[in-house]
């Protein structure tokens, strides 16, 4: 993980999850993680139903996309027109699958774009989330540019592009179809497509 958001709010999580998979929504304390909630999101997942909208999107989240992101599907981040994009996004859904599925986190590396053709490198953090107990209900990150252009709050992105993943948590299996990395400290990660999946251990 390269952002500190990223890196703090994995601690908090792995904190209150302490031998489980995930903590329970419910144990979120705002006030603890006050710092991150600009940059934080929570998503309600429905795997049957592949259905994931934003429940709760941070101020500087709604900024860099220059509009309320509540309530928005979180696949049509990807899609350049969101009135035009289905509820499922492949590339985007796929991800969330692995997170809910194994129970596991995943930092992913973005490139987020403007209609004027300008780039923004964004580091997205998952975190599983029970709900009442149900697993796979929920799911807790932080989106935040690693850098901050003087274009930030004037021109909004209006799409993101997956760069690379990395599955976090030792329990991780390998994506489908991908070959077994290098053993020596992860010096080859495995290209799937145009992503670079990067297999790490529990932080």
Known sequence: ????TSRALHTYWNRLRGERCAPERSEIEP???RHLLADSLIL?????????PLRLA???????????LRGLPFGSLWQPDPALAGPVH?????????VAGEG??????????????????????LLPLRHRGRTHARMLGTLSPLTVPHWIGLRPLTRLETVSLRILGSGARPLPDA????????????????LLVHRGGRA
């Open 1 to 4: 993980m390269k952002h500190p």
């Open 31 to 33: 006030g603890e993680i």
């Open 44 to 52: 309600e997942i429905d795997l049957p139903m592949r259905q994931a």
């Open 58 to 68: 941070g101020t500087r989240v709604c900024a860099l996309f220059g509009r309320e």
């Open 90 to 98: 492949a590339e985007s859904w796929r991800i969330l699958e692995i």
């Open 104 to 125: 596991v986190g995943a930092v992913m590396g973005l490139r987020g774009h403007t209609a004027a053709g300008e780039g923004l490198d964004l580091e997205l953090l």
């Open 179 to 194: 070959v077994p990395p290098a053993p020596a400290n992860d010096a080859a990660p495995v290209r799937r497509g145009h």
